[in-house]
């Protein structure tokens, strides 16, 4: 039930894709944050967060895979906000799961645009490791968000046993990998609903898909064989093959890109702002000297070399001028003992030898699947570009035609 509506929600599938509410039942078009969230909306993300507002309130999961900078973040905020002034009784308190480097971000962005959220971050660097251990769910009675880490969701059990309002994973392409601990840790949170974010949905092969679906919405696409046995069968299709898992999924997958008419629309124009770094007298000497070893290296290998050869040292010196940039001991690692920040040219070339040639170290995947291949899955090509989640997508040449 909707706050403010005694009728009862009717969810009804489009064509296109949306999960909306029966003629006659304006509910969603209330749905706002009110003035608890310190930014306008764009339409765009209006449309996201009553979109993940039914679902949660269905019990649903959803993953939202806008591009990145479309504002996922706010979306999420708005959606809290509106479930936290519609809450009656029972669970109140969300967990949002996201990677170490990015609660900064997310502490951040709270203060800004939902200063009024109580938020808790349960981490090492901002909570003692006894608290952390210790927290349940009469601690958190009056926390409205709690924002932790994939890897505290393995050191602090107490996660995974509240139970949750909504539980969101931030880049939940972390959790692609279902054996992995932290896969296993996020699938076992105990949630009222569940929210997936991410920008690629699928990487470099369906069973990303997969795990992400297991955490939203557990056994709609069956168990990881059941899925394979599934997906085989599909790819022997002549025509589409893969529209029946598409339309399985659209449902459940909001997708925006940058690219659809009207979401540029409604962006504001790009900002660039120039920012210079001067090196240092350290940095700027090992820049002169690396230049010159370059000189000599391409002087070396121009007598007898290919072309290949001679761009292998190119790249190689490239990634040293990086090195140099960002700090002067970085490109010294790599240097012989006792030979100071230079690389003999022998070593240098025998190590540039096998890159040229096309050698990948072991350490990266034999074989890659094309991610074009899997893209149709949540960006159909051809069509007109919408709101919808797997809305078809043309390029930048076709939406310009009449």
């Not at 306008?40 to 269905?58: A, E, F, I, N």
């Not at 939202?64 to 009784?89: F, N, P, S, W, Y």
């Not at 504001?268 to 370059?294: F, G, I, S």
Request: charged share 25%; net charge positive; hydrophobic share 40%.
């Amino acid at each position: 039930m909707v706050a403010g509506s005694s009728a009862p929600l009717s969810p009804v599938l489009t064509p296109r894709g949306h999960l909306l509410l029966a003629q006659g039942d304006d509910a969603l078009a209330r749905v706002e944050p009110g003035d608890d969230l310190k930014t306008t909306l764009r339409p765009y993300q209006q449309v996201g967060v009553r979109w993940l507002h039914l679902l949660s309130s269905l019990g649903l999961g959803a993953c939202l895979a806008d591009d990145m900078g479309l504002g996922k973040t706010m979306q999420v905020l708005a959606l809290i906000l509106v479930r936290r002034r519609q809450h009656e009784g029972g669970r109140r308190t969300s967990l949002l799961v996201a990677p170490a480097s990015l609660l900064a971000n997310w502490a951040s962005e709270i203060a800004r645009f939902a200063p009024s959220l109580r938020t808790l971050v349960a981490h090492p660097s901002a909570m003692p490791a006894i608290e952390l251990q210790t927290l349940d769910h009469e601690r958190l009675a009056d926390v409205d968000l709690v924002i932790t880490s994939y890897g505290s969701l393995l050191r602090i059990p107490g996660l995974v046993k509240i139970p949750w309002h909504l539980a969101v994973l931030d880049e939940a392409q972390a959790i692609k990998n279902p054996g992995a601990r932290q896969t296993r840790a996020a699938k076992q949170l105990d949630a009222h609903a569940r929210i997936a974010l991410t920008g690629t949905p699928v990487e470099n092969r369906l069973g990303d898909l997969w795990s992400i679906f297991d955490f939203i919405n557990p056994g709609l696409l069956g168990s990881t064989k059941e899925f394979a046995s599934f997906t085989e069968r599909l790819a022997d299709r002549p025509h589409n093959p893969y529209a029946p898992l598409r339309e399985l999924v659209r449902p459940y997958i909001l997708r925006r890109l940058k690219t659809d008419k009207t979401v540029i629309a409604d962006l504001p124009d790009k900002t660039e702002v120039k920012a210079y770094c001067h090196l240092t007298r350290t940095q700027a000497a090992l820049y002169q000297q690396a230049v010159k070893e370059l000189a000599a290296e391409l002087n070396t290998t121009r007598q007898g070399a290919d072309g290949i050869t001679r761009r292998g040292v190119v790249l190689a010196f490239l990634m040293r001028f990086k090195q140099i940039c960002n700090h002067p001991s970085h490109p010294r690692v790599v240097a012989e003992p006792g030979a100071g920040a230079a690389v003999s040219a022998g070593r240098r070339r025998a190590v540039l030898r096998p890159l040229a040639q096309g050698w990948r170290h072991r350490s990266q995947p034999h074989r890659r699947v094309a991610r074009d291949s899997l893209r149709p899955l949540v960006e159909s090509r051809g069509g007109e570009p919408g709101h919808g989640p797997g809305v078809p997508h043309r390029s930048n040449e076709e939406c310009a035609r009449p």
